[in-house]
């Protein structure tokens, strides 16, 4: 995880996508500069382009305008075969529906993306540790809570020790308290091992566990704040709620 450069740097990328005589164009140049071990959420209403910029920043979907460099890298610059072995060790994957798969051990779901090696079964039985999963590591899937199935996809995510995890609405299937429980895991490995981690978010009680929260609208950035300036998260729904009010814009 160590490297001079930045973990993830967005320059001016702009998505079109098109249907028959139509274009939709998702994300209009947007800006982002992730530094390490730096948490960042990305709200913005719905249609406003944050699953396309997650997609966009795991190299999922291809741009048609602007750079996308991660661990300075230019993922454009990769062909197919290059890009799959790049995002399987730099860039790692958590989304909503969990995506494990259900014939697999807990602990086989997260070996699956590394490569087979000796140190493999410490790193997976260290990550079960700190995760708080050792004991239920034989379990499959469907026998673990929504907050362990997703306990689980987080360790299959920083298997191969990536430079940034992105996650798409990581709290979006579990209750109140697991999904805080998730939230607090993803703050503590950003403060502890330096893990620079992209959240897409509706929630403001996931985004008050950010450094920053960077707002979309329309495809392009529109504002950022820190939750830090507020107290609980009806203050941060509150902030947001002002950013996107016409009043705030029309000020910018
Ligand atoms: N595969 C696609 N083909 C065509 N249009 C798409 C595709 N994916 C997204 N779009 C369009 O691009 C725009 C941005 O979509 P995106 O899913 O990134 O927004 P979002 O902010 O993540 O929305 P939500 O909060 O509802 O998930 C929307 O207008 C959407 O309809």
């Known amino acids: 995880m160590t490297s001079e450069h930045l973990p993830l740097e967005i320059?001016?990328?702009?998505?079109?996508?098109?249907?028959?005589?139509?274009?939709?164009?998702?994300?209009?140049?947007?800006?982002?500069?992730?530094?390490?071990?730096?948490?960042?959420?990305?709200?913005?209403?719905s249609g406003s382009g944050k699953s396309t910029l997650l997609h966009v920043m795991a190299g999922l979907t291809d741009v048609d305008a602007g750079q996308v460099l991660v661990d300075g890298r230019d993922l454009a610059t990769m062909s197919d075969a290059e890009l799959t072995k790049f995002r399987r060790?730099?860039?790692?994957?958590?989304?909503?529906?969990?995506n494990l798969i259900p014939a697999l051990s807990a602990e086989d779901n997260i070996r699956l993306p590394a490569p087979d090696g000796p140190e493999l079964t410490a790193k997976t039985v260290a990550l079960l540790k700190r995760l708080g999963m050792l004991e239920r590591r034989k379990h499959k899937p469907g026998a673990l809570s929504g907050g362990e199935q997703q306990r689980i996809a987080i360790a299959r995510a920083l298997i191969c020790d990536p430079s940034v995890v992105l996650a798409d609405e990581p709290t979006g299937s579990l209750d109140s308290v697991s999904g805080?429980?998730?939230?607090?895991?993803?703050?503590?490995?950003?403060?502890?091992?330096?893990?620079?981690?992209?959240?897409?978010t509706h929630e403001p009680h996931v985004a008050m566990w950010a450094d920053r929260v960077v707002v979309l609208k329309d495809g392009a950035n529109l504002t950022e704040f820190s939750p830090s300036g507020a107290r609980d998260a009806q203050e941060l729904a509150a902030s947001y709620q002002t950013a996107l009010s016409?009043?705030?814009?029309a000020s910018r």
Do not use: H, W
């Not at 730099?90 to 969990?98: D, H, K, R, T, Y």
């Not at 016409?246 to 814009?249: C, F």
């Open 246 to 249: 016409p009043l705030a814009e």
């Open 89 to 98: 060790a730099q860039i790692g994957l958590v989304f909503q529906a969990f």
């Open 180 to 200: 805080q429980e998730i939230c607090r895991l993803l703050r503590e490995l950003c403060d502890e091992q330096g893990r620079s981690i992209v959240i897409v």
């Open 11 to 45: 320059n001016g990328v702009v998505k079109r996508y098109r249907q028959g005589a139509s274009v939709i164009e998702a994300l209009r140049g947007v800006q982002l500069t992730i530094r390490p071990g730096e948490f960042i959420a990305i709200m913005g209403a």
